[in-house]
Structures are given as structure tokens and as C-alpha cells.
């Protein structure tokens, strides 16, 4: 059995041999993989327990059979059991659009302003509402990257050299290398 999760990709899944049951469920909704999960995997951060026993009525199950294809789409969860022979093949085709990639990077970003507007109650819009916003976001993901990489370095320089020479201008900036700027950056 392969257990309730989502993936990065939409997906192209073609049953060769044996049987599955294959159950997949809406994407883009908050009450079966929470927004912040979802961010929170696009940005490659350590995946938590999805399934809950509740969850199962939003299922749309199919019965797998050789020369069966089903289209999970981008970030819908699915689990899938497999049949009573002893050997089942199946194949996987995962593949990215404009959108679907756009969606990623927005994410991304979202799992970014998350972080830094948690301590004062802000929380982004989703993902998927609003194709302006997600273009926006998108974006801008690699500009606040680049920057989370340069605060990187510069925050680990500086701790190096406060540590080796204590230097007073270097200690007056000690608050913003913590500060909700740099967890906003991702660093
Ligand atoms: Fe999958």
C-alpha cells in the first residue's frame, strides 16, 4: 500500500500488470492538506502526517485494471492499495505546465510570508484563487531567494568575525541576524 500523500507534479498513472484500488481526492482544499502543509512541502521542508480516518469520505476511488490510466492531478492527495495478485506494475508519468509550476513558486513564496507574518497574526492568500497574485508571487520568489542567500552568507561572516574579534559594529547588528526579516528570507 502507498499511503495518503501528494506529489510536486501532476501525474499520468498507467496500470500494466495486476490490479490497485486508487483513491484521490480534491486538490486545493485547506480541510484535507492544509495550506501550510502544502507550502511547507513545495519549500522542501520535512513532510508531517497528513491522513486522518475523516478524510476518507472525500475519496474518489477507482478499481485499477491493466490498460487502465488515471490523471492524479497537481497536489491531490491519493493513497493506493494494491490488489490481490502477487505482482502489480504499474507506470508514472509526472510532468509540470506553466501553471502548475507557477503554483510551486508561489507556495514557495507563501511558505516564506507565513513564516515571517506568523508572529503578528498575517497569513497569505492561498494559492490558486487569484492567477494575477500567483504570477506576482512567482515572481518574486527568486528575488527573495537570492536575498534569504546573501543574508545567508552575510549573517555567517558576520557571526564569524564577532566570534574571532568581537568587533562592537559587528555586535550592534546581532538583533536583525534573528530578526522576522531574516525568517521572512528563508535563512
Ligand atoms: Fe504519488
Not at 485547506?30 to 501550510?36: E, K, L, M, S, T
Not at 494494491?82 to 507556495?107: H, K
Not at 564569524?160 to 559594529?169: D, L, M, N
Request: glycine fraction near 6%; hydrophobic fraction near 40%; charged fraction near 20%.
Amino acid at each position: 500500500m502507498t499511503p495518503f500523500h501528494f506529489d510536486r507534479y501532476s501525474n499520468f498513472l498507467m496500470q500494466i500488470r495486476g490490479s490497485k484500488q486508487v483513491a484521490v481526492f480534491p486538490n486545493f482544499r485547506d480541510d484535507i492538506v492544509p495550506n501550510d502543509v502544502c507550502e511547507a512541502y513545495m519549500a522542501r521542508e520535512p513532510s508531517v502526517t497528513l491522513w486522518r480516518d475523516e478524510l476518507d469520505r472525500h475519496a474518489e476511488k477507482f478499481d485499477f485494471q491493466p490498460g487502465d490510466a488515471l490523471h492524479i492531478p497537481y497536489i491531490s492527495g491519493h493513497y493506493v492499495k494494491n490488489g490481490a495478485e502477487d505482482v502489480s506494475i504499474s507506470l508514472s508519468f509526472f510532468f509540470q505546465t506553466d501553471e502548475t509550476l507557477r503554483w510551486s513558486n508561489a507556495m514557495q513564496l507563501n511558505h516564506r510570508l507565513r513564516k515571517w507574518g506568523r508572529p503578528v497574526g498575517f497569513s497569505p492568500h492561498p494559492v490558486g484563487l487569484s492567477s494575477a497574485r500567483d504570477v506576482m508571487k512567482a515572481r518574486m520568489l527568486p528575488a527573495v531567494t537570492g536575498a534569504g542567500a546573501a543574508f545567508h552568507r552575510v549573517r555567517n561572516w558576520l557571526r564569524g568575525t564577532r566570534t574571532a574579534s568581537g568587533a562592537s559594529a559587528m555586535v550592534a547588528m546581532a538583533p536583525w541576524l534573528d530578526s522576522p526579516v531574516a525568517s521572512m528570507l528563508g535563512v
